[in-house]
């Protein structure tokens, strides 16, 4: 297979996310791939090695848990073989709306994230004040047996107080314009798994990233 394959489903994606700036899909990856990710998701909260994520991007990011009550653990190939797979399976997306958006998309940073039970983010972009590279951001769920009244969607804020809700059910992904998008999270009842990545452009001063 070429480089440049096309993929119908990323391609009814990315038009779907160049139209309406944002998109949900609920079968996104392969099944078996999306279940190894949650495992590996799981095994890492439970060995503790997801540390607090923080707020902003500079070396030291600040912990609020009044903003932000997530614990975060970056993914880099060689972690695991699932984590390879889907980090190969971003990259070939990343062509997609490079090919389709002209985005010119750089490349693709992500981490597993874990939301105790009453954990939440407030409602924020996904755009740093002095760093504008994140583009497109994605989301995948790893909650297998989700259910409505265990809380913990992402709401999405579409502007003239109306709101979308996302349920974090396993294999749920979704994709948006970084820029554009006000989001939360909000508190669930039981431990909420989640892959959180963007999609980045070259900077455009790289002298305050
Ligand atoms: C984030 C974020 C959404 C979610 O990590 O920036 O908004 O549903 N995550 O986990
Ligand atoms: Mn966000």
């Known amino acids: 297979m070429s480089a440049f394959a096309s993929n119908p489903l990323f391609e009814r994606v990315a038009d779907d996310l160049a ?22 998701c799981r095994n890492r909260a439970q060995a503790g090695q997801m540390n607090q994520a923080g707020i902003g991007s500079g ?48 490349d693709y940073e992500c981490h597993f994230a874990w939301y105790p039970p009453g954990a939440y983010y407030k409602k924020h ?20 047996g989700w259910l409505p009244e265990f809380g913990g969607e992402m709401r999405m804020h ?16 979704m994709f948006f314009m970084s820029a554009d998008w006000p989001h939360e999270v ?15 452009r070259r900077a455009d001063n790289p002298l305050f990233v």
């Open 59 to 106: 070396i030291d990011p600040v912990i609020k848990e009044s903003i932000r009550g997530d614990s975060i653990m970056w993914l880099n190939e060689g972690q695991s073989p699932s984590i390879d797979r889907y980090l190969n399976l971003m990259d070939s997306f990343k062509n997609t709306l490079n090919q389709s958006l002209f985005l010119g998309l750089e």
């Open 125 to 144: 972009l996904d755009r740093f004040r002095d760093d504008d590279r994140r583009t497109v951001t994605s989301v995948l769920y790893l909650n297998e």
């Open 19 to 40: 139209t309406h700036g944002w998109t949900q899909q609920n079968i996104f990856l392969p099944e078996d791939l999306t279940l190894a990710l949650a495992q590996e």
């Open 158 to 173: 579409l502007g003239a107080n109306k709101v979308y809700d996302v349920s974090p059910r396993l294999g749920t992904m």
């Open 186 to 200: 909000l508190a669930a009842t039981k431990d909420r798994l989640s892959i959180a990545g963007w999609f980045r």
